[in-house]
């Protein structure tokens, strides 16, 4: 008997790895060869290609096809709709499966609704990609990030905050919601309670 909840109306192809408390609901289709973590929720409509490593406690919203180059570290929030992509340059009659990009969303990243993550590109850890933006290249970690093309608009804490500043070399920021403090670091911004 499985450990994960998944409604009557999704697919489960066998040879994929679903931890234990995940719920996958309604028309989702898991491929073979993904890995869906622990305690995950997977939303309504949402297609994981083979290949896709999920860490645990990861929410994904109502239709997101999440495709084979993928990898979402724990903690990782997809809104609704939101869209990665594989290829650069797809064509249908020219087959590039050979040209998958991968990309990267790091632990607790959020992706808002409707934003776009296109192939190749890392999102930092606790970054916030705000609803309805492409993301064209690498976003540091806990950056707020907004606009087509993305580009940075501000600092987010852990907790999902926004900073009111961003911290220098010479002085750091403290967090006005949680107390959380950070100081600049060379991909974005380090928490200093942090090992």
């Known amino acids: 008997m499985a450990d994960y909840f998944a409604h009557e109306s999704c697919y489960i192809d066998d040879g994929c790895v679903i931890g234990t408390g995940t719920k996958i609901w309604h028309f989702s289709h898991i491929m073979t060869g993904a890995r869906v973590g622990v305690g995950c929720n997977i939303g309504q409509n949402v297609v994981i290609s083979p290949g896709v490593?999920?860490?645990?406690?990861?929410?994904?919203?109502?239709?997101?096809?999440?495709?084979?180059?993928?990898?979402?570290?724990?903690?990782?929030?997809?809104?609704?709709?939101?869209?990665?992509?594989?290829?650069?340059?797809?064509?249908?009659?020219?087959?590039?499966?050979?040209?998958?990009?991968?990309?990267?969303?790091?632990?607790?990243?959020?992706?808002?609704?409707?934003s776009t993550v296109v192939c190749g590109h890392t999102v930092g850890r606790y970054a916030l990609v705000g609803a309805g933006t492409v993301v064209t290249k690498d976003v540091p970690d806990f950056a707020l990030v907004v606009g087509n093309p993305g580009r940075i608009a501000g600092w987010v804490c852990a907790c999902g905050v926004r900073l009111a500043a961003r911290p220098t070399a010479a002085e750091a920021t403290s967090c006005g919601a949680c107390g959380a403090t950070y100081e600049a670091g060379t991909d974005g911004l380090v928490r200093r309670d942090e090992e």
Do not use: W
């Open 53 to 114: 490593v999920i860490g645990d406690h990861v929410k994904i919203q109502n239709n997101v096809s999440v495709y084979t180059g993928v990898t979402l570290e724990d903690d990782v929030f997809c809104g609704p709709s939101m869209v990665f992509t594989n290829v650069v340059n797809p064509r249908s009659h020219v087959s590039r499966k050979d040209e998958y990009r991968p990309t990267l969303v790091k632990r607790g990243a959020t992706l808002g609704a409707n």
